[in-house]
């Protein structure tokens, strides 16, 4: 969890100058933050993976399979594949609004099923993790 937040910390902060960065008309920042975007969001799947293969013994008790492929898919294709492709296909302002909306659309949804696994479990995956 901890490689996944850092590095999500990282995009996030990238994904901020980028938009600040084209907000304000710097051409030469914002190609540089573009690349770096690029690469922390790639860089990005490896954590993430791992978080999802570490946490998938506690959502198979928690969620059916389908409510897992959902979440799975939702998380890839909002949180890394539509922000890559925006951001890949053009550096226009609208592209980057959407690609770094998209990127926090995906992380809200990584963020609200972990935070809710101590909700939603039952009790006795709770006293193992308190």
Known sequence: MGAY?????LLMG?????VLSALMGQTKATAILR????????LN???LGLLLADLQPTHARLYTRGQ???VG???FAAGTLIPLGLTLLNGGLLFIFGS?????????VIRFVYVKIPHTSPLEIRSRTA
């Open 5 to 9: 937040l850092t590095n999500s910390a």
């Open 14 to 18: 990238c994904a901020e100058l980028l």
């Open 35 to 42: 690349i770096a975007f690029i690469v922390l969001l790639v």
């Open 45 to 47: 799947m490896i954590p």
């Open 68 to 70: 897992q492929w959902l």
């Open 73 to 75: 898919v939702l998380l």
């Open 100 to 108: 770094v909306g998209f990127l926090l659309l995906g992380s809200w």
